[in-house]
T-cell receptor, first 117, second 113 residues
């Protein structure tokens, strides 16, 4: 089946540091999405990427759609305490039968971000 | 706006008991999904629905059943709960075609003893 490999699994950083994480896929994606999950909450979309090579920013967050279409990167600049959480990459579930993006998303296993004051 | 609401938020079951998780969305979304989240495993798709009256299997469907009798509701059932089904369950919905934003509920934590 589809596999998304996220790294690192966890990160312990100091407040103010920049953060980089990435995700690789066993198959080609036409969409990459990055979600964040706060403790006790459901995941929330941070950034969506729809074109190979695309670089998109959302405040201090920047994500890139890899040129091979099999990877994506998320960077967080000048981390703050509220950045703590689990970050997931996701791509379309291509194993379903409905097609057109209706078959949901496949998620990576997540990167746990822990910030030390 | 309520968005996606899951009930119950917490439940403890004994092995072999049955239960139903309810997901309700007030955004008139066409597609709805049930995921489970386990430590170190990320989110895995259980079942989903692309419209009222339709359901489809996801990555880990065994031991679960679903129904979508009304567009706004998606029910996840466990007929005979097993300890392996101890997990946090998330419902999500989205509006239409294209792999875009899923809106998630707050989760339902289920423990099977």
């Amino acid at each position: 089946g589809q596999q998304l490999n996220q790294s690192p699994q966890s990160m312990f950083i100091q407040e103010g540091e920049d953060v980089s994480m990435n995700c690789t896929s066993s198959s080609i994606f036409n969409t990459w999405l990055w979600y964040k999950q706060d403790p006790g909450e459901g995941p929330v979309l941070l950034i969506a990427l729809y074109k190979a090579g695309e670089l998109t920013s959302n405040g201090r967050l920047t994500a890139q759609f890899g040129i091979t279409r099999k990877d994506s990167f998320l960077n967080i600049s000048a981390s703050i305490p509220s950045d703590v959480g689990i970050y997931f990459c996701a791509g379309p579930n291509t194993l379903g039968r409905s097609g057109g993006g209706a078959d949901g998303l496949t998620f990576g296993k997540g990167t746990h971000l822990i910030i030390q004051p | 706006n309520a968005g996606v609401t899951q009930t119950p938020k917490f439940r403890v079951l004994k092995t072999g008991q049955s239960m139903t998780l309810l997901c309700a969305q007030d955004m008139n979304h066409e597609y709805m999904y049930w995921y489970r989240q386990d430590p170190g495993m990320g989110l895995r798709l259980i079942h989903y629905s692309v419209g009222e009256g339709t359901t489809a299997k996801g990555e880990v469907p065994d031991g679960y059943n679903v129904s979508r009798l009304k567009k706004q509701n998606f029910l996840l059932g466990l007929e005979s709960a097993a300890p392996s089904q101890t997990s946090v369950y998330f419902c999500a919905s989205t509006y239409g075609r294209g792999a875009g934003e899923l809106f998630f509920g707050e989760g339902s934590r289920l423990t099977v003893l």
